[in-house]
């Protein structure tokens, strides 16, 4: 048996201040910007019921990371014991996929902004659920 291949598309891209990966911080609670999400044009009606103040989930698709890497020394420290990425918030791992929780700070005719958000210029969107 063959492994399946899935194909995802972009819903949309993050337009940040942020466009150097090793410059970016680690966690939004460590001095992430407010970012934008601009959405594709197919994508508009599906975001149409968003609004100031919800907290959403952003699945990302983290391009720039490496996906042959399977274990890491956490937060790039070799004081500390190599982990699965599995175990870890690392963004190179099998299929790079970015989680974040965000606050939308305003809402456009073509994307939102939210607070916090440590992804870098140009990340494509994937996909976006409300936190409930």
């Not at 460590?30 to 919800?54: Q, T, Y």
């Not at 937060?75 to 500390?80: K, L, N, P, V, Y």
Request: proline share 11%.
């Amino acid at each position: 048996m063959t492994d399946p291949c899935y194909e995802v598309r972009p819903i949309g891209w993050i337009s940040s201040v942020l466009t150097d990966r090793s410059a970016a911080p680690r966690q939004p609670e460590e001095n992430a910007p407010a970012a934008r999400v601009v959405f594709h044009p197919a994508a508009l009606p599906a975001a149409a019921d968003l609004r100031v103040g919800d907290d959403v989930v952003l699945l990302t698709w983290l391009h720039q990371s490496r996906r042959d890497v399977l274990s890491v020394h956490p937060r790039g420290d070799t004081s500390r014991p190599q982990q699965g990425v599995f175990s870890t918030r690392s963004p190179d791992r099998p299929n790079p996929i970015g989680l974040h929780t965000v606050t939308i700070t305003e809402v456009s005719a073509d994307g939102i902004t939210v607070r916090h958000l440590e992804a870098i210029d140009g990340t494509p969107v994937l996909d976006i659920k409300p936190v409930r």
